[in-house]
């Protein structure tokens, strides 16, 4: 592995500094293997891919790891110092826009009702389950093992844990019940 590439909204805290190196390192690479942390927002992790391929395209490299962390339960919300150069908090610039409000801007421009993206995530979820169940997904999701740590009375417990499938989908997702967040 020649670089490790990856993507963060919010690199503060646990995920804070050079969170790609500490991947790296933490994954047990060689210190000679550098990492990257890339900032664009929600396009923080498909960035790396773009710029891993144009780094082997451009022969910069053979083996690159690219890929997106986040972890918002460990960031406030707007995160820990204000993010933005008061000169760059113009309203029409749209730097400053925290993601939930930026929502509510596009909703409110292209007039999408909270019925009707309700409505499309329930789709969604119902789609990508019964892809997850029909095995779309598996020329896509490389199984990883990693080690998960917990602890006990006697100091931290490591077991193998394997990664195939994508967590992230809920089938049973309804309308009511996302009607009721805010």
Same mark, same amino acid.
């Given at each position: 592995?020649? !670089?490790?590439?990856? =993507?963060? @909204?919010? &690199?503060? #805290? /646990?995920?804070?500094?050079?969170? +790609? ?68 908090? !113009?309203?029409?610039? =749209?730097? @400053?826009? &925290?993601? #939930? /409000?930026?929502?509510?801007?596009? +909703? ?75």
């Amino acid at each position: 592995v020649e !670089d490790v590439i990856v =993507g963060n @909204s919010f &690199p503060e #805290g /646990l995920q804070g500094q050079n969170i +790609a190196r500490s991947i790296a390192l933490l994954a047990g690479m060689p210190d000679s293997v550098p990492g990257q942390t890339v900032n664009r927002y929600c396009s923080s992790g498909l960035q790396t891919i773009a710029l891993a391929a144009n780094q082997i395209k451009a022969g910069q490299g053979d083996i690159l790891v690219a890929g997106g962390i986040e972890l918002m339960s460990a960031v406030p919300m707007g995160g820990n110092e204000p993010t933005n150069s008061p000169l760059l908090q !113009d309203e029409d610039r =749209g730097v @400053s826009y &925290p993601m #939930g /409000l930026t929502a509510e801007m596009v +909703a409110d421009t292209y007039q999408v009702s909270r019925a009707d993206q309700d409505a499309y995530a329930v789709q969604s979820h119902q789609r990508a389950y019964e892809a997850q169940q029909a095995g779309k997904f598996e020329d896509e999701i490389i199984p990883i093992e990693v080690n998960d740590v917990s602890y006990d009375h006697n100091g931290p417990v490591v077991t193998k844990k394997q990664f195939k499938t994508d967590e992230m989908i809920r089938p049973d997702t309804n309308a009511e019940a996302l009607a009721q967040l805010r």
